[in-house]
Every structure is written in structure tokens, then in C-alpha cells.
């Protein structure tokens, strides 16, 4: 097959696809905003059902075979797949689903490519064609490997320990300049069945052992990029296939990807090399703060008293608030504070949680309208006029040592700078240090009390105190 | 050199589409704001379920009698399947939630 679409295609099959594209850019427009995103997620849906009546009908070679019974079973077979699982997932588990299915997508693209090269075994493809073959193999096996990782890592089935070590960082350059080589060599000579199935395994290798050490407070950065790894190989598999319509789309996730990756540097203040180097943390600043220093502790009742005579609270949520499932209660407790004239808001760091945005869909789960939720300079602009700050499973995204602790990993993040309020709670399960294995100098502020115990227990005890008064 | 100048020429137009439609996406997807990042992302994830098209077409195209694209044209098509049916029910229960808040509030 030649890169250029020779096939003739009807007039039906363009409009068809020419549609999808349109739907798939209009449907991406609405969602930037709450009130039309749905339509525009429908609107892509929609885009995608017009694309797959395009690939069913599309004039092909071998014209006749069609082989239909084959498609319906695996499209029936997706479908059952896919629905109930995306029906059932709990919000908090949204990163994992997200991973798996960006998972697939790029296991899919590399299938292509496998069966692309397997069938012109033997013809001498071009250069320019050889090269998109097998950027699309190595880009899918890549993201393919890479996000199961991270969906296991996400799941807690895997811990960040077992999986890398020391230097870590240097097998991961030796193996890019494996995969590069072997890519190379390939492209160029050509490779036989074997040759081609070892690829396909160093890809598969490679995928996993660049995610491996990248791990806790990086997850957003590793799933928004390996988000953009998927896009980038539908759109290579679309040119393998002449397919606009795969590019299109294909390329639209490559740069929501992007930008998303871009978007998460930036919030910690990392380069993308960095973020992939990888070890965040635990290295040997944890000293410095808390020599000496005792943290206070509170206990419900005060915290409750205090909530109820503020004018005005903010609850930062990290993502102990997911692990806790916490956020119902919390909008209990807000609903509660509203209801006696408190002016509650949230705060929401950029990387809080484990993928971009992730406290807002939780919070949008438990009912909390989006006019609530501050972003990181809003938020910023409005603590030093806060009461109370109380923080839910949040920790390094309210770490002052990231401006005033140059020896700090965190050091130049942006962070929620919660002591400029008048008090803060945080709720916490011990006095260990954050994912990212950072002590927190705001632990032993002065304005700062700790309430230990699980969020969800902490939350529902306040609620109760405040209930009562 | 010569295959760079001819893979070039051959293939002007689609590299007009490649290059305009990464302008096009950076432009709309930068517009998007930090609370629907979520959604975005998992919605961005569905359309990326596009390569079905390719596992379809590839099913079409090969020989009633070649199991090995057969079969692996149906784990692609499968694979696609769940991306895009999954992908777009969950950015729909997500965003479902936004637009209740917005009723309400």
C-alpha cells in the first residue's frame, strides 16, 4: 500500500470522514467550557461513529473479502468490554481508567504496524513509509507498556521501589539509543520476521523502564505525555493507512497531550527532562525543618468551633481526599458552613491528585459547583483574606519550603502559600512526609494545628461538632 | 536526500493537514480550562480510539484465509473498541456532573 491514498474512494466515504474531522475539532472547541463540554464530547462521539461507517464502507483492495463477520464480533466484543467498565469506575479511580484505555489505544496502533510490516515481508517499502511503519510500532509499544505501568503504579499494586534503582535513569538512555539504532537499522535495511518481533520487544522494554522511575507527584506529567505517545500513533498509523481521519484525530490528542504535559512542568516548576530522569524526592533535605519543632495537634471539636466562627474557609484538597474517598463528607461539611453564613471555597493545585484536573471531577462527583473551585492564582490572592484553610490529604502542594528553602527538591514550585491565612488544619493520617517523601516546614508553623486521623473519619467527626454547636 | 525531496513532493498535501491540524489543536486545546482537564484528557483518549479505522480497513483488506492479520486486526479492533466506547461513556458521566452543579448553583 503507498502512503498516498491511490484506492478510489466514493464521494459518500470523504464526506463521511471530512464530517468526523469537523466533529472531532468542533467537539474538542466546546469543551473548553463546563456548560458545553458535554455537547462537545457527544459531538466527538458522534465524529467516531461517522468514521467507523466511513472504514466499514470505504472502497478497499481485495474488494469482496470485507471479512465482516471479524469486525462485528471484535467491535461487539470492545463494546462489552468497555461500557460496563466505564459505567462502573469510581471517580477517584479516574487516572487508571484513563491509563488502561490510553494503554490500548497505542497497543492497537502498534498492532497495526506489526501486521503492516509482517505483510510486506519480502517488497521493499520506502524510506518515508518504512520510517512512519515503525515510529508507529515503537510509539504504540511505548505507550502501551508505559501506561500499564502507570495504571499499576496509580492502582498501588506497584510501588515506585520495585520497580527502579540507582542510576536507572542511564539504562533508560542506553535503551532510547538501542531503540533509535535498532529503528534505524531497520528502516534502512529492512529486517526479517525475527528482527522485527526483537523491535517490537526492546519497544515493549523500553516503554516500561521509562515510566519506572517517574513515580508519586509526577504521575500527571507521565500520563498527560504518554497521552500524547497514543495521539501521535493513531495519527502514524493514519498515514500507514492514508487515513485523514486517523491523522486528524490522531494529532488532536498529540497536542491536548502536550499541552497537558507542558501545563504540568510548568506547575511544579520541572523540565519534561527532569520530570523523566525521575526520583523525586527523597533525598537528603528532610532535616532541615523539623529540628526541635513540635507540630500542635487539635481535636474535632476545636477545629469544629473554629470552622463555624470563620467567615470564610478554604479546603485545599490533594489526593489523600481520593484515597479517602472524602469527598462527599467534605461537601456535607461545606453545605453545613454555607448554611450558618461561612464563605467556603477550594483550592486546586494544578498537580493535586494524580492526573490533571482530578480534584475537580471529585469535587464536581460530590455536587460542589465549579464556581467554588479557585485555581492556583485566584486562590493565592484570596488566602491572605481566609479565615481558615483546612487541608485534605494535600501536602507538597502547601509546602512553603518550595520558596524559601533553596536546598528543597520542590524548591521555585508554585505552591498554595496557605500561611498567609489567619489559621490552618491540616487533616492528616501521621506526621510522615508527603508522596514525594519531603517534610513540611507548614506542619510546625504557628498558625498551623494537625488533626490527624483518616480524612473521611476527621471530616464526619467535624461535621458532627459543627452539627452540634 | 533525494527520497526526502520525493517523499516531500508526494506527500504535500498531507503534510499541509499535519502541519495546520497541530496548529488547529493547540489553538483549541489551550483554551480549555484547569477544571475540565480531567475530562479533556479522557475525552482527548476516546479520539484517539480512531485507529479502529485502521484495524477495519485492515480486516477488509486481508485474505478470508489469513488468520495471522485476521486475528490481529480483531485484537486491534477490540482494543479500538474499548478506547472508544469506554472513553466516551466515562467523559460523559464526568461531565454529566459538571453540568448538574451548573443547574444548581
Redesign the interface.
Known sequence: ME??ETIESSFLVNLLYLLGAVA??W???L?????T??K???Y??I??GL??I???I?P???GG????G??A???I???L???P???K?K?TA?PQ??SV??G??G???M??A??EL??NQGTTM???QAAIVYFTLLIGAVSFTGSLLAFAKLDGRIKDKHVTFKGHSILNNILLLVVIGFMVFLMINGGTQGMIIGFLIVSLIYGFSFVAPIGGADMPVV??LL?SF??L???A?????G??????????????????TV?MCEAMNRSLFNVLIGGFGGGAVAAASDDGKVAKTANASDVAIQLFYSQSVMFVPGYGLAVAQAQKVVKELDDILEANGVDVKYA?H?VAGR????M??LL??A?????K?L?LEDANSALPNTDLVVIVGANDVVNPAALDEPGSPIYGMPVLNVWEAKNVVVLKRSMSPGYAGIQNPLFFHDKTKMLFGDAKVSIQALVAEVKNL | MDTIVQFFNGNLLLIYLLIFTVILGFEVISKVPTVLHTPLMSGANAISGVVIVGAILLIRQSDPTDYFSLSLGLIGIILGMINVAGGFTVTDRMLEMFKKKKAKS
Open positions: 502512503v498516498v472531532f475539532v467537539g474538542l472547541r469543551l473548553s467550557s463546563p456548560d463540554a458535554r462537545g464530547n457527544t466527538a462521539a465524529g467516531m468514521a467507523i466511513g472504514a466499514l470505504e478497499v483492495q481485495n473479502n470485507n471479512n465482516y471479524w469486525i464480533g471484535g467491535m466484543a470492545g463494546a468490554i468497555g461500557f467498565a466505564a459505567k469506575i471517580m479516574m481508567m484513563v484505555f490510553n490500548l489505544g497497543a492497537c496502533a498492532v497495526l506489526i501486521v509482517f505483510q520506502g524510506l518515508g500520563i498527560s497521552n497514543t495521539g500513533s493513531a495519527a498509523a493514519g498515514l500507514i493507512f487515513n485523514q481521519l486517523m491523522l486528524v484525530g490522531g494529532i488532536l490528542v498529540g497536542a491536548s497531550g502536550t499541552i497537558l501545563l486546586i494544578p492526573m490533571p484536573g482530578h475537580n471531577v464536581a462527583e455536587d460542589v459547583p465549579y464556581p473551585l485555581d
